[in-house]
């Protein structure tokens, strides 16, 4: 059985390899940025749909990287794996899963 310090150990580590996965994701989408080219209006041309791709794809990414880094700050604080809702604990699983979730299973069905 672990204890809460392993289970907090558990759950920065999950987070940390997240968020160097999402950090190498950000580094490759604005590589792929930097190398729009140069277009003008109107030709249609189909490397702005990639890039406009990639440009969704990175803020997504950004957005993602900022909830990790509040899981991490929650985790310092003590409050990591609570329902920013209704206070509960958010369950192991759900945290496995999804590590940087906010809110229990229950509370994210509701605000559907």
């Known amino acids: 059985m672990s204890t ?7 759950a920065r580590d999950r987070l940390l390899a997240e968020r160097a996965e999402v950090l190498v994701e950000i580094e490759a989408l604005v590589n792929r940025l930097e190398t729009k ?11 702005i749909y990639q890039w406009e791709l990639n440009l ?6 950004q957005q993602h990287l900022a909830e990790i880094e509040e ?7 003590g409050i990591y794996g609570r329902c920013e809702r209704c206070g509960k604990p958010i369950e192991p699983e759900r945290l496995a ?16």
Not at 4 to 10: G, L, P, R, S, Y
Not at 37 to 47: C, N, R, S
């Open 56 to 61: 969704a794809l990175r803020e997504r990414a």
């Open 97 to 112: 899963v999804l590590s940087h979730t906010t809110v229990c299973s229950q509370c994210a069905q509701r605000r559907r």
């Open 37 to 47: 080219g140069d277009y003008e209006l109107g030709e249609g041309d189909p490397m």
């Open 4 to 10: 809460d310090n392993d289970q907090i150990a558990e």
């Open 71 to 77: 899981a991490l700050q929650q985790l310092d604080m």
